[in-house]
């Protein structure tokens, strides 16, 4: 199976899990979008999130780096263009983007809170998991890229 493929098929079964599913089933049957006012920055957010999703998960990790998000499953080449260029983990961003949007959306505290749980929870296996992968896997390519790209908050690099 291809990486495009086995990217997909992550997408669906865990980005969907976090963006699809467990909102479906945290509102309430009789819950519905609020896209006046603020509701539109919400749905602005999910559609950005959205977007550098399939951005980094596609663009970078299937096609560029030739693997998928999956951690049992990961690229074979250190992904630093495109999104990569400007933040460490920006496919973490993108999920949580579209939870904070949907909470923005519904109105909805639960959604908040679990956006903010799964930043918790993503920064911990970035720390404690990825990155000292990374360095295995990658040696000084990706202590250079980690000197250059801030882990959370975006920079805009002098020649971009």
């Known amino acids: 199976m291809s990486p495009v493929l086995r990217t997909l098929v992550f997408t669906i079964l865990v980005a969907g899990l976090w963006t699809v599913a467990l909102p479906y089933w945290l509102l309430s049957p009789g819950l519905r979008p609020h ?3 603020v509701g539109i ?25 030739q693997g998928t998000p999956a951690p049992i499953d990961p690229p074979k080449k250190l992904v630093v263009e495109g999104p990569y260029r400007f933040v460490r983990n920006p496919m ?13 959306v519904f109105r909805a505290l639960s959604l908040a809170l679990c ?22 896997k990658f040696g000084a390519a990706y202590e250079d890229y980690c000197r250059r790209v801030p882990r959370w908050l975006p920079h805009w690099p002098k020649s971009a």
């Open 92 to 104: 973490y961003w993108s999920v949580v983007s579209v939870m904070l949007g949907e909470a923005i």
């Open 35 to 37: 896209l006046a006012g």
């Open 41 to 65: 920055a919400g749905a602005l957010l999910v559609a950005s999130g959205s977007a550098l999703y399939v951005t980094c998960a596609f663009w970078g990790f299937a096609l560029r780096g």
């Open 115 to 136: 956006a903010a749980g799964l930043f918790a929870g993503a920064s911990l296996f970035v720390i404690l998991y990825e990155e000292p992968v990374l360095r295995r």
